[in-house]
């Protein structure tokens, strides 16, 4: 039972970190992507999470360094 509720106060802390304390640190966009992995990763699994994640982060870097310039 002690180990159960040591669990649960680390995911609510974590949930805490991830959410609360970012709200001003990161970018709209950011938060947006934040909240989408932890959506997916409750909804479906942790590692469909973990690939979602992946997937947008990696989507989101092409956007940001191809910027739509044609040489």
């Given at each position: 039972m002690i180990v159960g509720a040591?669990?649960?106060v680390l995911g609510i802390d974590l949930v805490k970190e991830a959410l609360w304390d970012n709200r001003h640190r990161a970018s709209w966009s950011e938060?947006?992507?934040i909240v989408s992995i932890i959506v997916t990763m409750t909804v479906w699994?942790?590692?469909?999470?973990?690939?979602?994640g992946i997937v947008v982060c990696c989507r989101r870097l092409c956007l940001f360094f191809g910027g739509g310039r044609t040489k």
């Open positions: 040591l669990i649960f938060y947006i992507t699994d942790f590692v469909i999470g973990v690939l979602f």
